[in-house]
């Protein structure tokens, strides 16, 4: 795991992780979250959707960012307070996100870093937007 102090990061800095969705991750999730919507756990329900098919939630797919927050860039000793997601596309069994954070303000004072939040499919196509604000450890601790 990568740790990086408020003072080891800069504007621009990014990190970025992918994940294949599966069915089985939505049920699992379904399963964490008790979220049982039809347009996630139901083959037939979609059809009669705007979606046609199930969808991923869109909260797993967002999960993603704090994969990237927890153990990539800040990394260990983070901690996350706040995020912010628009959902601009679905996200299908078995599509190929990857979720990236950039560095986009550096509030010494308060030890807070914003970070650009984008997750995109197989096909480049933009399947989430938003922005976070993480509080990094203070100092590092390399194991």
């Known amino acids: 795991m990568k740790q990086f102090t408020i003072q080891q990061l800069k504007l621009g800095d990014s990190a970025s992780t992918k994940k294949v969705f599966t069915e089985k991750d939505v049920l699992s999730f ?3 979250s008790t979220d049982f919507n039809p347009a996630h756990v139901d083959k037939e329900y979609p059809k009669e959707t705007m979606f046609k098919k199930q969808i991923v939630h869109g909260m797993l797919v967002g999960s993603l960012f ?3 927050f927890g153990v990539q860039m800040p990394g260990l000793g983070s901690i996350y ?3 912010s997601l628009k959902f601009t596309k679905p996200v299908y069994f078995g599509d190929e996100i990857e979720a990236s954070v950039t560095v986009k303000e550096i509030i010494l004072d308060k030890n807070r870093v914003v970070f650009d939040c984008v997750a995109k499919n197989q096909n ?3 399947v989430i937007v938003g922005e976070a604000t993480i509080m990094p ?3 590092s601790h390399h194991a």
Do not use: F, M, Y
């Open 30 to 32: 379904a399963e964490v």
């Open 66 to 68: 704090s994969a990237i």
């Open 81 to 83: 307070t706040k995020q």
């Open 124 to 126: 480049n196509e933009v």
């Open 137 to 139: 450890p203070k100092e």
